[in-house]
């Protein structure tokens, strides 16, 4: 007999489950990080009307395709437009598929940084302790990090394993109240920290002049990105929402929340950074991870008001953040094998959870544990394309899907909610009577046609001839 296929309890839970999947590893570490690469004020100006002009409506598509067929990524294009588009959904379950195998990485390091405070917090901050050595140190530790990613899939897949209600949704209403609980405490310890004066105005007070046009397609890529749009996770995420509930609401909420969550953050990494003389000039040289893993730990104990209470804390968030998004891609994966191969939930997620696992591997070791690993790279014309000159496994990876992988999957979504449903099929989902007020059939259609395609395409453009977003 067929299992029941899986609902939310209720849409509070949906929407707490979907917010979990948005927010992740793109609030915390990268939107801050190319916040400040691109100086500020006009890009974060750039990245809201990114996420209200693009992001929205694609999130109101992936949700209602979901919705609309009740089947996860593969079968809903293939129920709503036609098995040709079979194709599009493998190519959603191939980059949850890859997006996992390193994220979890990354992941792991937050449990890694969690024990570090937590010891410091007993013993005290070592002296003469080189943060950023410390960082080389573990991720080039082959047997940490395996052990450490290893841990967080067993995590993922334990979520899971126990089903959209009872796995998924339960551990999304259990996190996010905590995870926001940690960053309103962060909140207030940072702002009475001296630099959040000024660490406001970087983030909010634009200067156009500074702003490149390379930065506006970098927003809108980081706007799918961190929205969890462009490979079916949504949709889904959508095929377990019940009939009686807005999507249009529930996009909204969803959006407005992941983006609070991003300027927190950033609110409160700049206001520790802006509080310390020379760290700026440190911060702007030790690139992506350099933040979150090598300049805050030690800010935690030197300079934040309770920091450290607050230290080990703030790596807890991380790990929460990432988890409530790792079993977000897991599912796509799996819901997957459910729903167009029959395998039941628990068969399914064993074996993803296995198979995503041998390739976590090769990311987990790909930063200075193995030097095949670490050093490897695609040469020729299409490795410059493809992977733009980018050396070792995890970067190779993270390049084809940030660059890749998300925008033309998006760019195919936008294309099928616009194009190719009609707009009896749409309109039924969005304009259904639950919508509220503000909500106009028309403006979504006009965004979905016409602004949201050529904003990807733009993207698609861009990196095609050589500019890089991840
Ligand atoms: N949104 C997640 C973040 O900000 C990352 C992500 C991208 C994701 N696509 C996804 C998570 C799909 C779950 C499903 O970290």
Redesign the pocket.
């Known amino acids: 007999m067929q299992e029941q296929r899986g609902q939310w309890s209720s849409n509070v839970g949906f929407i707490l489950a979907a917010t979990g999947?948005?927010?992740?590893?793109?609030?915390?570490?990268?939107?801050p990080f190319i916040t400040w690469n691109n100086n500020g004020g006009a890009f974060v100006l750039v990245y809201l009307v990114c996420i209200a002009g693009v992001g929205l409506p694609i999130m109101m598509a992936e949700l209602l395709i979901g919705r609309k067929t009740q089947r996860s990524v593969v079968g809903a294009l293939k129920a709503a437009l036609g098995p040709a588009w079979g194709i599009v959904g493998g190519w959603g379950v191939l980059?949850?598929f890859i997006?996992?195998s390193y994220?979890t990485v990354i992941a792991g390091w937050s449990l890694f940084y969690f024990t570090r405070t937590a010891g410091w917090t007993m013993s005290g901050f070592p002296a003469g302790l080189q943060t950023g050595d410390l960082f080389a140190e573990q991720a080039g530790n082959g047997a940490l990090q395996l052990g450490l990613s290893l841990l967080f899939s067993l995590a993922t897949i334990s979520i899971v394993y126990f089903g959209v209600q009872k796995g998924i949704e339960r551990i999304a209403r259990l996190f996010l109240p905590i995870l926001f609980g940690i960053l309103i405490l962060l909140l207030i310890s940072a702002l009475r920290m001296e630099g959040s004066g000024e660490a406001l105005a970087f983030i909010f007070r634009p200067s156009f002049g500074e702003l490149e046009p390379r930065s506006v397609l970098e927003a809108l890529g980081h706007a799918?990105?961190?929205?969890?749009?462009?490979?079916g996770?949504?949709i889904t995420y959508g095929s377990y929402i019940d009939r009686s509930q807005s999507i249009v609401k529930a996009s909204a909420v969803i959006v407005l929340l992941?983006t609070l969550i991003a300027l927190v953050a950033t609110i409160i990494m700049f206001s520790v950074i802006f509080s310390v003389e020379g760290m700026p000039e440190q911060v702007s040289g030790t690139g992506t991870v350099g933040m979150l893993f090598i300049s805050l730990p030690e800010l935690f104990y030197s300079e934040v008001p309770f920091g450290s209470l607050l230290g080990p804390l703030f790596y807890v968030l991380v790990a929460l953040?990432?988890l409530t998004?790792?079993?977000?891609?897991l599912?796509?994966v799996v819901s997957y094998l459910i729903d167009e191969h029959g395998v039941g939930r628990r068969a399914a997620t064993l074996m993803c959870g296995g198979a995503v696992f041998l390739f976590t591997i090769l990311a987990a070791l790909s930063f200075g544990a193995v030097s095949g690993l670490s050093n490897m790279e695609v040469g020729g014309y299409l490795g410059q394309k493809l992977f733009g000159g980018k050396v070792g496994w995890f970067s190779l990876a993270d390049h084809f899907v940030s660059n890749w992988m998300?925008p033309t999957g998006g760019f195919a979504i936008t294309m099928a909610a616009g194009w190719f449903m009609t707009r009896e099929a749409t309109r039924g989902e969005l304009a259904d009577g639950t919508e509220p007020g503000w909500f106009r059939y028309g403006a979504w259609r006009f965004f979905i046609r016409f602004v949201a395609p050529a904003a990807v395409g733009a993207i698609i453009i861009a990196v095609f001839l050589g500019e890089d977003f991840s």
Not at 21 to 31: C, D, T, V, Y
Not at 224 to 231: I, V, Y
Request: glycine share 10%; hydrophobic share 55%.
């Open positions: 999947s948005a927010i992740g590893l793109g609030n915390l570490w990268k939107f980059c949850g997006l996992l994220y799918f990105f961190t929205l969890s749009l462009g490979m996770a949504m992941d953040a990432a998004s790792t079993i977000s891609l599912e796509v998300l």
